[in-house]
Structures are given as structure tokens and as C-alpha cells.
């Protein structure tokens, strides 16, 4: 009886390891999946490396309030702001963030400044591959972390990619 | 007046009557809101913020225009009260714009305080905001309109507070406008008053507009380096690629002598420290041009060259000028180092007042100098020359102030129709250069009367209503030198109570002449002729008078003067002196511009400004504060450094110049972090006591123990004095002074818009039209 017993165990053992043979994979493929994450998946709500937005017009939405570097608690956000003109509009409003530097050696990813934002300019992306061998890599500059112009004002995803390896700021589109 | 008895929240409060509601509550620390109320302005009623409920009232009652009155029973919070207020901010932010990301005022503003107090932040309003567009109405001010209050502070302190009346109100009712007099522009003293006093983002800065926002700043409390008043100042400090920039100045916390008072240059002018052409390396002559050095080259060719000539031809062979705009530990320092290091007595600086025979007609008088605060406070001023609304804005504040709070009588007596006439009981019109006939006229000479013009009888009028004025204060200008100061202090000796107060116009020229920046006198007055205690503690210092400014350049002509060393100073273009009298020299400039004295240099140090360093200074009056570093620009130096290094340089022992490593070793503890604050607190007691670590020759702080020990008039509380606030010094104990020539005494000319070589490098004082309007095209340079 014994004897039977134990079949019954090694059976219901395998039928687990055939069953799941047949089911979709769990595992992520990730570094070798599609799309800019490599096969990383996310939940909305994580928090990864910080995306300035703009609004419809292509413009920033950051205002250079000092919001965000006030409640960051690890002080890792520093701003220099500066007016808009006429012919150098940049930001919606009257001031906008000339220097915009987060300092990844130091960020918690807490979301306090995402929370802080009254313009809703800085959000969370889903970036995650932060590692450098260099800590002043660390540093992120506005270019490389503002949005890419919307796709209706001509930009896409690959033109940004230009734009952020050129390393020079990307040029305020005009009107709607 | 009799006291009065009342009851606010349950607690008996006993006041003055007359009082105001608003200051009683205040008084017991109750706070009542307000936007139009503001302290030492005319009443206005305009906010309806300060309701409180008083007992048989049957409304509520706004506490700013409300007089206490015996057995007043009154409640400043209740629901009803938190209603009334509550609607009040919701009216206000009917038509306010909710764009606080972006306001300058944004983190001090006070209706952003009150929306959070009352919670009035949702608007019922559907209509849209009546938007109007920002308006520029000088370099300085903008205004945005929506964002107004109509509390009327600005229009009060312009017209009230200034007596400029710059600004008005347009219309009336629901649609009035705050608006320039002046059509669509401002046209003013530029003084920014209406902007400090803006209890919203209304009025806005011009010069620190949309740079940072308040709570990113360090406040550093410090002293005002352009004219002589001593103003206190608050400069706001951040973090920049070249080392801590100023990004403004205000005093809001209304600390030190000037209350919240700043003109445009304590307000503005602190930007000559970020101006482009600032030196930031030291300069070495070679081959006719000046090139780029670094500190070791430079100091070790002054060092060498200094102490060659002092081997060779003695220390008279070597000249320094000091500075106006140094502390007294650097003037301390420069005079020592000169005596002592290159054992010369040739030291001088551009004198704008004769300070020696001040403080010889007041030796042995104890009380006789006024304070900046007893200009405020006296019930008589007298002031002989000298147009303070131009030259000493803060004390033409304090005299105005006095006059319209205090009813105090003022008399002037000048050779122009000075502004402050409009705020004088007798004003005296009077020849040019006839200040020194009236002031021996008022000692009882009336022969004098024949250069002052007018009826004999209105100036024997003036004199007796004069002498019968208690506690008099007596300011004059730097018309009165010599004989004049000294007959104005016999007529002072006859009024009860008289007090004196000397007009110089740069920051530390009364400091400059009591740190004995004299050829002929010691720190204190004393003379370096008779032997006292510097000769003994310093041992072996020249006793012969040694050369005053233009005889230094006179010797250097004839070839006798070897070496010139010029602390902060231009004294090529302050004396028109041929710049090439020092072609034979060594010469060595400390400054922070390449100034026509700097260009002539064989070495030019990079020198740290007033803002950017520690120490003490004393104004005109002679208050003695403390300034404090703020701002830092990357490669340079502060004076009292540089003079250490040269004399370490020219192989002295430094020990002997400076008192450095006494003190009681004490365990700071931790300097950061957690416990930080406890170890500061620690500190501030050390350092109050004297017993604070002087480990470092460039510690200004153990120059100012000797200053203390050794020059009459500055042992003051040195805890008052760290805390941030004014100590007067005296003459009581001075030395007797030399008679110096009157014509050394050469008045800096410098109007509201001007301050010298800082003002030449200021982009705010030359933005503004009224610079243009008022002075002569040609800049004034000046130390």
C-alpha cells in the first residue's frame, strides 16, 4: 500500500510540473524583450527616474516654483530659474526652469516632488536603468529628463533621442 | 498718560491710553490679522481683516482704527469673527490670481498666510478674473495689478514715510488703482519701500525678479557698505558657479538702526559684487603689462620688495592708504602693520569729515554723541549743512519719522533749499560756506553775523529758541571743520542734555579715523608724538608724524617715496594726482576693480567687499555693528588676509600683528547635523565671553579683543554686539587729537544714486533715470 501511496504523491507531484509546461511564462524577458524597457514590465505607480513634462502646446510645464527642491528631503534638486520673453518662451507662464539638475546619487524616489508639483511638470517615469560607473553621470539635466514634444507638433520618440544625445535643449515650438 | 485697564480673551491687559486695540492685543501676544494696518503709518481701515468683537458694540469692530478704553471687554476669535474674516479673504481673492507657483512674493506672502489661517480657498465665483497685464514703472518696481489688495501701504510710505508721493490711488471705490503720479512711470527715490511693504506679490522687485524664491536663500544679517548711516541689512544668499551669490537685500525683520528702512543702495546696490570686470586673480606688472599671478608670486614680490626698501631707505620710504569701506579690524590691522611691520607712520585715507577735532571738543564728555536711534527719539534736531535726503537717506528717515510721529521741532540751516525743509520748524537759508559763522554766531560771536545774512533779530531768535531746547540733537556736515566743531560744542555745553552727531559719507570712515588712519594719530585720537599705551604694547613704533596723502604723492615725486601700498582706496582719482609720480614706486593695490589707482599698480590683490566678509564697522554716529560674510566670489581675498600674508611674506611673526591662538580650547562637539544647533548655541556663549577659539592669524575676531583692550570708547558688551545689535562708541576718553589741515577733508559728492567706485559698478544705480536726471554725467570715483 505503501508502494501505491507513493505513486500517488510522485503523480500529483508531476502533474503540477507538466501543468504549469503548458501555461504562459512568468518570467519577464528582460533585457532581451521589445520596446524602450527591454521587456521590463511595471505597475502605473512605480517610481522611477523623474520625466518633465510639457504641456499640449510643446511648451514646459515647469514653472520654476521651488516647490519640488523644498519638499525633496534629500535636496537633490537644484533650479536656476529665469523669465520668459517674447521671443524666448519656454514655459507657460511667466518663469521657467533654466537649470533643472536632479542628483540620482542623492534621490530617494520618495515622490515627494511629484506630489509638490502645482503644475503637474514633474512626474515619475518608469526609467530604471540609472546604474553608471560614474557618479557624476548621477547628475540629470532638464534635457535629459523633459518629455518629448508631442507627436501632433512633428516630434517623436526618435527625434528626442537626438535631441537628448545633442545634448542641447530642444527648441520651444511656436503657437498650437 | 494714565494707564488704561481692559480685557482681551480673558486676559487683563493694562496700556496706555491712546493706544491702538491692535498694538494692546499685540502687546499680550495676540495677533490680530491685517493687511492695511502697518506700524507708524497713518490709519487707513481699507482691509476689514482685524474685526474682533468688543463688549455694547453691536458689530464687529476693526481693531486697527479702535481706541482701547477702560473696562473694554474684547474677543478677537470667535466663529462669528472667523466668518467675517474668512469672507474677508474671499472677497480679496475674488479677482486674485492663484499663479503663487510663479509670484516673487510666494512663501511671504501674507494672504497666502491668512488663505491658510481662515481657509478660504475655494472661490465661489464662476465669472472669470479681470486680468490686466504687468506693468514695468521703473528699472526696479513692476506691478501686477489683479494682484492687489488696495490696501494702500505702498501709497502711505511713499507720501507718509518718504515724502516722495510717488504713488497714488486712481479712481474710487470698487475701481480703484494703485498708480504713479507720474503717468505710467515712477519717478522717485528708487527707495523700493512700497515693495517691502506690498503684503502681496503686487509690487514686485525689479533686480531679484523670478531669480529664486525666499525659502532657498540663506538670510544674512549684515551692515550696508555704501554711505555712513549704517543701515542694517538683510541679504539673501544662494549658491552659484563663482561662490555664494547676493540676490537681494531687504530688512524686513526690522532689525538695527533703520527699522524695515533701505534706500535704493542698501536695497540694490550690493550687485558691483557680481559685476563682470570684478578681479578675480592677482595681478603681477611685468613687462609694462599686468598679467595674471598666482597668491604664492604675488605676495612673495611684495614681500620682498617691501622688506628691501624698509632695509634700505626705512620705513618712511613706504606710504599706505587705507580704506573707507574696510572694518575696523582691517583699519586696526593696516595702521598696526604699518607702524609696526614696516615701522612707518605714513597712513592716511580720504578723509570726509574731521572726525580728530570732533572727538577733541567732546574728550571728557560723557553722553555727548547721538546715536541713529536718538535722531528718532530727540524732541529737537538741529542739523547745520550736509543734504541727508541725498547723502544720509537713513538719517533724513529717522528725522522725518520723528517729525511726523514725535511733533519734534527741526531746524535747518543750510546754503541750499534742502528737501528736509519741508519737514522743519525754522528753516534758515545761509551764504555758502558761512556753516562755520553760524556755528560761532551760536557760540556768542556776533560778529559772525555779517557773513550769514538777515535780520539780526531772527538769528538772535533762532539761538535762544535754540538753547532752550532739551536734549538737542545736533548734526552737522563736513562744512564744519576744525575751530567750528569746537565752538559748536561750547554752544552745545550751554542746552541741557545736547547731543552731536558728525556727518561722513562712506560705511567706515568713522571707523577708519577712530582705528587711526592718521599719520600724526593712533587709534583713539592719540598722538603719536606722546608716548602711551600703543608705544608700549606694540614697542619701538615711529614717533614722528609720518606723511599725509598728498605729501605722500609730493614724496614720491621727488623720489623719495619708494613703495605704496593702497588698501581699497583710489586715491589717483579721488585727489587728481598725476598718475605717474608713482612711476618710480612699488606699488600695491588691494581692490576689487581695476580702478585708476589699480591700473598704475605693480601688483593688484583681488579684495573681498564689506558683503563678503566678517568684522565690525561704525557709522557716522558712531554705532559699532557687526557685518557678517554673505556673498563669496571664487579668487578673492579679504584685506585682513592679505595684509597678514604680506607681513608673514615680509618674514614677520604674524603672532605679534594678530593675537591668534589664545582662547580656551573647548570641545565644539558635532558642527552638522542633529546636534548642530547646541554646538552653534555653545558658540555664540565662547565668543560672547571672549573665550572663543582665535586659532587662525586670520581671525578678525581676535583683532577686535585688542580693539577692546586698547581704543578708548570701544569696550562695548560684546554680547550686544554678537547678537546683531548697534553699540555706541564715544570720545569720552579719547585722545587729544593733532589739528589736522581742513583741506584733507575732501566730501565724497556722492548724491542718492552714486556711492563711488561701488556705485560705478552697480547696474541697478545706473539703470534708474533719476541717476541720469540729477547728477552730472561724469562719474565721481572714489574709494
Known amino acids: ?176 | 498718560m494714565a494707564d488704561v485697564n481692559i480685557t482681551v480673551d480673558g486676559k487683563a491687559v493694562k496700556t496706555p491710553a491712546g493706544t491702538l486695540l491692535i498694538e494692546a492685543c499685540k502687546s499680550v501676544g495676540i495677533e490680530v490679522p491685517s493687511f492695511c494696518y502697518y506700524p507708524n503709518l497713518s490709519l487707513q481701515g481699507a482691509c476689514r481683516m482685524c474685526l474682533v468683537k468688543v463688549e455694547k458694540m453691536p458689530k464687529l469692530q476693526t481693531a486697527c482704527t479702535t481706541v482701547v478704553a477702560e473696562g473694554m471687554i474684547v474677543t478677537t476669535d470667535s466663529d462669528e469673527i472667523r466668518q467675517a474674516r474668512k469672507g474677508m479673504v474671499e472677497l480679496l481673492l475674488g479677482n486674485h490670481p492663484l499663479d503663487c507657483p510663479v509670484c516673487d512674493a510666494g512663501g511671504e506672502c501674507e494672504l497666502q498666510d491668512m488663505t491658510f489661517s481662515y481657509g478660504a480657498a475655494e472661490s465661489k465665483y464662476i465669472e472669470p478674473k479681470n486680468h490686466r497685464e504687468e506693468q514695468q514703472w521703473s528699472p526696479v518696481v513692476f506691478f501686477d495689478r489683479p494682484r492687489c489688495i488696495l490696501c494702500y501701504r505702498c501709497v502711505r510710505v511713499c507720501n507718509e514715510g518718504m515724502d516722495v508721493a510717488a504713488l497714488g490711488v486712481q479712481n474710487r471705490g470698487v475701481s480703484s488703482i494703485i498708480a504713479p503720479n507720474n503717468e505710467d512711470h515712477l519717478e522717485c527715490e528708487e527707495c523700493g519701500m512700497c515693495i517691502d511693504i506690498c503684503p502681496v506679490g503686487a509690487l514686485t522687485s525689479g533686480s531679484y525678479r523670478y531669480k529664486t524664491r525666499p525659502w532657498e536663500m540663506n538670510h544674512v544679517g549684515t551692515v550696508c557698505t555704501h554711505c555712513g548711516d549704517g543701515c542694517k541689512t538683510t541679504l539673501g544668499v544662494r549658491r552659484a558657479d563663482t561662490g555664494m551669490e547676493i540676490v537681494r537685500g531687504d530688512n524686513r525683520d526690522k532689525s538695527g538702526i533703520n527699522n524695515d528702512f533701505l534706500c535704493i543702495k542698501g536695497r540694490y546696490a550690493f550687485d558691483f559684487a557680481n559685476h563682470q570686470d570684478r578681479l578675480t586673480q592677482p595681478l603681477i606688472r611685468k613687462n609694462g603689462q599686468l598679467t595674471p599671478a598666482t597668491w604664492e608670486e604675488a605676495f612673495e614680490l611684495i614681500g620682498k620688495k617691501f622688506s628691501a626698501i624698509r632695509e634700505k631707505d626705512g620705513g618712511q620710504a613706504i606710504g599706505v592708504i587705507g580704506s573707507n569701506h574696510t572694518t575696523n579690524e582691517e583699519n586696526y590691522l593696516l595702521q598696526k602693520f604699518a607702524r609696526v611691520v614696516l615701522g612707518s607712520n605714513n597712513i592716511d585715507h580720504h578723509r570726509t569729515a574731521d572726525f580728530p577735532a570732533f572727538a577733541a571738543a567732546l574728550r571728557g564728555r560723557a553722553n555727548a554723541t547721538a546715536s541713529m536711534r536718538d535722531v528718532y527719539n530727540a524732541p529737537a534736531v538741529l542739523l547745520i549743512g550736509n543734504d541727508p535726503t541725498e547723502k544720509h537717506p537713513l538719517l533724513a528717515w529717522q528725522i522725518r519719522s520723528n517729525v511726523r510721529l514725535h511733533r519734534s521741532r527741526l531746524y535747518v540751516v543750510n546754503s541750499q533749499p534742502i528737501k528736509l525743509r519741508r519737514q522743519a520748524a525754522g528753516f534758515q537759508l545761509i551764504p555758502a560756506g558761512a556753516e562755520g559763522a553760524f556755528a560761532a554766531f551760536l557760540a556768542g560771536e556776533d560778529a559772525a553775523l555779517a557773513s550769514l545774512g538777515g535780520s539780526k533779530d531772527g538769528w538772535t531768535a533762532l539761538r535762544d529758541k535754540l538753547k532752550t531746547e532739551e536734549n538737542l540733537v545736533i548734526v552737522f556736515g563736513s562744512e564744519l571743520r576744525e575751530g567750528d566743531i569746537t565752538a559748536l560744542v561750547k554752544f552745545g555745553s550751554a542746552v541741557p542734555g545736547a547731543k552731536f552727531l558728525a556727518l561722513a559719507d562712506y560705511a567706515n570712515s568713522r571707523g577708519a579715523a577712530d582705528m587711526g588712519l592718521y599719520p600724526d594719530l593712533l587709534p583713539g585720537y592719540l598722538p603719536v608724538a606722546e608716548a602711551g599705551k600703543f608705544h608700549q604694547e606694540w614697542g619701538g613704533i615711529p614717533s614722528a608724524p609720518g606723511l599725509s596723502l598728498p605729501e605722500m604723492a609730493e614724496s614720491a615725486k621727488a623720489g623719495k617715496l619708494k613703495a605704496l601700498y593702497v588698501v581699497g582706496a583710489n586715491p589717483i582719482a579721488r585727489f587728481g594726482i598725476d598718475p605717474f609720480v608713482f612711476s618710480k614706486s612699488f606699488v600695491v593695490v588691494q581692490d576689487m576693480f581695476l580702478t585708476e589707482t589699480a591700473v598704475i599698480a605693480d601688483v593688484v590683490l583681488p579684495a573681498a567687499n564689506a558683503y563678503e566678509k566678517s568684522g565690525s564697522v561704525t557709522n557716522t554716529s558712531g554705532d559699532l555693528q557687526l557685518v557678517k560674510k554673505a556673498g563669496e566670489v571664487t579668487g578673492t581675498k579679504g584685506d585682513f588676509e592679505m595684509i597678514v600674508r604680506i607681513a608673514d611674506a615680509m618674514g614677520f611673526d604674524v603672532r605679534q600683528l594678530v593675537p591668534f591662538g589664545r582662547g580656551t580650547r573647548a570641545d565644539m562637539g558635532q558642527t552638522r547635523g542633529a546636534q548642530s544647533g547646541e554646538a552653534d548655541r555653545h558658540a555664540v556663549w565662547l565668543e560672547a565671553n571672549g573665550l572663543e577659539l582665535k586659532m587662525s592669524p586670520f581671525d578678525p575676531m581676535a583683532i577686535l579683543d585688542e580693539i577692546q583692550r586698547l581704543v578708548p570708547g570701544y569696550n562695548i558688551s560684546r554680547l550686544a554686539l554678537l547678537s546683531g545689535n548697534d553699540q555706541q562708541t564715544n570720545f569720552a576718553a579719547s585722545g587729544p587729537a593733532v589739528a589736522q589741515k581742513p583741506e584733507l577733508i575732501v566730501p565724497a559728492a556722492d548724491g542718492l544714486f552714486r556711492s563711488g567706485t561701488l556705485g560705478r559698478y552697480s547696474h541697478t544705480l545706473h539703470s534708474v533715470m533719476e541717476n541720469k536726471d540729477r547728477q552730472p554725467s561724469e562719474e565721481v570715483a572714489a574709494d
Open chain 1, 1 to 176: 500500500m505503501a508502494i501505491l501511496k507513493d505513486i500517488a504523491a510522485i503523480a500529483k507531484g508531476m502533474s503540477i510540473t507538466f501543468g504549469e509546461m503548458f501555461k504562459p511564462t512568468q518570467v519577464e524577458n528582460y533585457p532581451d524583450g521589445p520596446g524602450p524597457f527591454k521587456g521590463a514590465k511595471f505597475q502605473e505607480r512605480f517610481r522611477g527616474a523623474h520625466v518633465l513634462q510639457r504641456d499640449e502646446n510643446g511648451l514646459e510645464k515647469c514653472v520654476a516654483c521651488f516647490l519640488c527642491a523644498a519638499a525633496c528631503p534629500s535636496n537633490c534638486i537644484y533650479i536656476e530659474a529665469a523669465e520668459n520673453t517674447e521671443e524666448h518662451r519656454v514655459s507657460g507662464a511667466e518663469r521657467y526652469a533654466k537649470v533643472y539638475d536632479i542628483d540620482y546619487n542623492r534621490c530617494i524616489f520618495c515622490g515627494y516632488c511629484v506630489e509638490a508639483c502645482p503644475t503637474d511638470a514633474i512626474t515619475h517615469g518608469h526609467g530604471f536603468e540609472l546604474a553608471s560607473f560614474n557618479a557624476s553621470n548621477l547628475v540629470y539635466r532638464k534635457e535629459q529628463m523633459l518629455a518629448p514634444q508631442p507627436a501632433h507638433l512633428g516630434a517623436n520618440s526618435i527625434f528626442n533621442q537626438a535631441e537628448v544625445e545633442g545634448g542641447t535643449p530642444s527648441l520651444p515650438a511656436q503657437g498650437a
